[in-house]
């Protein structure tokens, strides 16, 4: 379906007011390119616990997160799920050129995404070399922060590991234009058993860890999932970084 010319103006005038234009992979590509991507592409709310794609519908459609958490999950076929990444507002989720997927995208909370139909995306990609090459950095960003997450599991304490996600997760959710701090506050994206999942941890073991670093003052939690980190440098301190 073509857009006539008003509604392509009315999207780019949404797109110009995006929490996270500047960052997400339509922020760095040229007009033309952005334009083109005006015309596929569609706002959409997804309630936690949803998928995004699967190994069945990969290729069919790609999505920039807006607002909200993704977990990547890999589901076994012994029938257990091991969450193996988080991603967050301004990423890409989908492997474009892949006919299948290895992992799963679920919403790990309440999203708002900005989706394309998978073909159509991929068509732009191959005519467009500036949105392909700012696609092709956000996959090696990825790359690299699955490699963290491995060494985070492989090489680290349940003390550093706990702290090391707490860390992780402060850092993605954190405004871009926030007054540098040493108290970060935000909502976690992930139930303690999921923390326990993430990190190959026992749930007993993460509770613990939790009430390790709030005895010590270093985070404080309330309802449900929200969580302040109160002493950034200290919790820095316990992950090892």
């Known amino acids: ?123 732009l990609m191959r005519v467009h070399p500036d949105l392909e090459l700012n696609i092709l950095k956000r996959t090696l960003n990825d790359l690299d922060q699955a490699r963290q997450w491995m060494s985070l599991i492989a090489r680290k304490t349940a003390e550093e590991r706990v702290a090391g996600l707490l860390l992780f997760i402060a850092g993605k959710l954190q405004a871009d234009d926030a007054e540098p701090s040493n108290a970060v506050a935000f909502d976690l994206p992930l139930s303690r058993t999921e923390f326990a999942e993430c990190l190959n941890l026992r749930l007993e073991t993460v509770s613990r860890q939790f009430a390790a670093l709030k005895a010590e003052g270093i985070i404080k939690t309330n309802r449900r999932r929200a969580l302040q980190v109160c002493d950034l440098a200290g919790l820095k301190a316990r992950a090892q970084v």
């Open 1 to 123: 379906m073509r857009f006539n010319q008003g509604a392509i103006v009315t999207v780019r005038i949404k797109c110009l007011q995006c929490a996270v234009r500047l960052i997400a992979p339509c922020g760095a590509v040229s007009h033309e390119t952005a334009n083109e991507l005006a015309r596929i592409v569609h706002r959409r709310r997804i309630a936690a616990g949803q998928i995004l794609n699967n190994t069945a519908n990969q290729a069919q459609t790609f999505s920039i997160i807006v607002k909200g958490v993704v977990k990547i999950v890999d589901e076994h076929t012994d029938g257990h799920a091991q969450i193996v990444g988080l991603q967050f507002p301004s990423e890409f989720v989908g492997r474009p050129y892949a006919e299948s997927a290895r992992y799963l995208a679920e919403a790990a909370t309440d999203l708002e995404v900005c989706s394309f139909a998978g073909p159509a995306f991929e068509n």
